[in-house]
């Protein structure tokens, strides 16, 4: 499966590291400080509610007690002086109302009124004496109240100077319960008004007067007031029960006021009127202190993360350079270098692995060693049984040369014979005498390929056809092969790649296979050779019909000195050294058999990828 380049660097020890490292670091840090974010916020929000709603509460309280003390010392005047106020005595009517102007300081001037409207006399507090008029259609707005025995209050209005004001009218009830007249208080709402700026001092907060038409009332930008600003956007809309709870408290809510802006407001109402204190301020400036904290902790976070990335990257570094030590050992150690030493820089958990390796590699090259040495002694066993069949082999072909050098001594002594039919003789005689020679020598060169040791076991990879080592081994073992009578056929797949590897090795284990098959068959057995090229290795399949092997025998055979035959025919050793030297290859080795049926030995080779 081939994987992407991109996707391998997040595989990598490195990132994974480093992921670790970040996210152990950061999450934690995120966890607890959205947590204390979220509770800072929550706190801060519970306070500008109650900061809102305090400001407007107290301007409602400050409107409600001018509204009850105003309507209550203007009643207790009616009560008190009805008869003077709906005598005939103005003097005595203004002395009356005058009175209670001096003790009303927000009330900047009183009027009397009789039963049908017109207005008696009044007072001011800025004309002394002066004649004081209402207009004809506040006198209609008032006695649609008064008649009903209502208090009236009326819109707020601006007088001359600019300043707003309304009026409040208490009606005269005497004896029979007929009203007799009214009183009109022009009440200030100038008091309340530098209530609002002094309530509001809150940064960026303002508070307001509205009615229910959304027209200010008052503002502390009176300006607003004079261009006669429409505030609806601000009021909200009231469901019953958020119209009943704002009777009793303020409503607090977050919204885009009539400015554009988006705001934090509360809204109450004002009791026995049509009017409102809406309290405003910016949410930028009402969350100034969370929005601080937020910045604030981004930006250390930004500063931890990237010092987390600096101290990681430190130490991912150093733990890659110590894995890149390690695995440069352990390709010297595959590519041949038993024993390598890697070099031990700290004494921590990474030392104590270097050095675990160390002695691994050291073990491993005396493993090495003692394979070699196996080896080695296979190949002297298996010396020893080619000795008998290599004299043989050499015999015939020596006694051979030896008859015809005789008879080529014997015909020399006649050359003065001059009979050309001798000399055809002689020349057949030197040409046996050549071809046996050189049988000798592939002879005795095979012999000493197949003993030779190497002392360095890479030095013998090459590529290598594994047709034709075993062509080879069954050279080395014609004799026993033909003693036993033994009948060798061959299904070779001729298609089959090179390999590169021991050749010599994977010739001395088909030597050990064929040994081993030659001495368990009878003779005129059935040897058969088969090599076969698969998707991904060479196949190499030795089959014979000899004895078999019992299966719990068979799970020995690998076992180095195990062996079945008869004492001085085996050392027990070719098999295991096979099975090493399949291993050492990449390849696989697999035997199967049953007694008396012969057994099948499968070996398996991988086909060369890249040549290091």
């Known amino acids: 499966m081939n994987i992407p380049k991109y996707a391998k660097r997040f595989q990598s020890i490195a990132f994974k590291l480093l992921a670790f490292s970040i996210i152990m670091s950061l999450i934690p840090l995120l966890f607890l400080g959205g947590y204390n974010l979220s509770r800072a916020k929550n706190y801060l929000w519970e306070s500008v509610k109650y900061q809102h709603s305090y400001g407007t509460s107290r301007v409602v309280k400050e409107i409600n007690f001018l509204l009850e003390e105003a309507e209550r010392a203007i009643t207790v005047l009616s009560e008190a002086n009805g008869n003077i106020l709906i005598g005939h005595d103005t003097k005595e009517q203004e002395r009356v109302l005058y009175s209670c102007l001096t003790n009303l300081p927000y009330v900047e001037r009183m009027s009397l009124l009789d039963a049908k409207g017109y207005e008696i006399t009044g007072v001011s507090r800025f004309d002394v004496g002066g ?146 204190v809406v309290y405003e301020q910016p949410e930028t400036k009402a969350f100034s202190s969370y929005i601080h904290l937020r910045n604030t902790f981004g930006l250390s976070t930004l500063i931890l993360m990237l010092l987390v990335l600096g101290i990681s990257l430190f130490f991912v570094i150093y733990f890659l350079r110590q894995l890149d030590i390690l695995k440069t050992g352990v390709k010297r150690i595959t590519s041949g270098e038993a024993g390598f030493v890697l070099p031990i820089q700290s004494q921590d958990e990474i030392g104590e692995v270097l050095t675990a390796f160390n002695e691994l590699s050291e073990e491993l090259k005396k493993k090495r060693e003692l394979e070699s040495a196996l080896r080695q002694a296979d190949k002297m066993a298996s010396v020893g049984l080619l000795a008998a069949g290599i004299a043989h082999e050499i015999n015939n072909p020596m006694a051979t040369i030896c008859l015809s050098v005789e008879e080529l001594r014997y015909e020399l002594q006649k050359t003065n014979s001059d009979q050309p039919e001798k000399e055809q003789d002689i020349d057949s005689y030197l040409d046996l005498i050549a071809r046996q020679a050189d049988r000798c020598s592939q002879i005795t060169q095979n012999l000493l390929d197949f003993s030779r040791q190497e002392r360095n076991q890479n030095n013998a990879y090459d590529f290598y056809n594994l047709n034709e080592l075993i062509q080879k081994a069954l050279e080395l073992n014609h004799y026993m092969l033909q003693k036993k009578q033994v009948q060798v056929q061959y299904d070779l797949d001729r298609t089959i790649p090179l390999i590169w590897g021991d050749g010599p090795g994977i010739q001395q284990v088909i030597f050990n296979f064929l040994c081993n098959s030659a001495q368990a068959m009878k003779p005129g057995g059935v040897l058969k050779l088969v090599t076969e090229n698969e998707a991904d290795c060479v196949c190499l399949k030795v089959i014979d019909d000899g004895e078999g092997i019992n299966s719990e025998d068979l799970k020995r055979v690998f076992e180095p000195f195990f062996t079945t035959k008869p004492p001085g025919l085996g050392t027990g050793l070719g098999l295991a050294v096979s099975y090493g030297l399949i291993k050492q290859a990449g390849g696989t080795i697999a035997m199967a058999s049953r007694l008396g049926e012969g057994t099948t030995v499968t070996v398996k080779l991988p086909h060369t990828k890249e040549v290091q």
């Open 131 to 276: 004649s004081v008029t209402i207009q004809e259609k506040d006198v209609e707005n008032i006695f649609k109240f008064i008649k009903d025995y209502q208090t009236y209050i009326g819109p707020v209005l601006l007088d001359s100077h600019g300043q707003p004001y309304f009026q409040l009218a208490i009606p005269i009830i005497l004896q029979g319960n007929d009203v007799k007249g009214a009183i009109v208080a022009d009440i200030s709402l100038r008091s309340v008004v530098d209530l609002l700026s002094k309530v509001s001092g809150t940064s960026g907060a303002y508070l307001f007067l509205v009615d229910q038409e959304g027209h200010l009332i008052g503002h502390e930008d009176f300006s607003q007031v004079l261009s006669n600003r429409n505030v609806q956007a601000s009021l909200p809309f009231l469901t019953e029960e958020e119209e009943e709870f704002t009777k009793e408290n303020p409503l607090v809510r977050t919204y885009v006021s009539y400015t554009g802006e988006k705001v934090v407001g509360a809204y109450a109402k004002v009791s026995g009127t049509d009017w409102a």
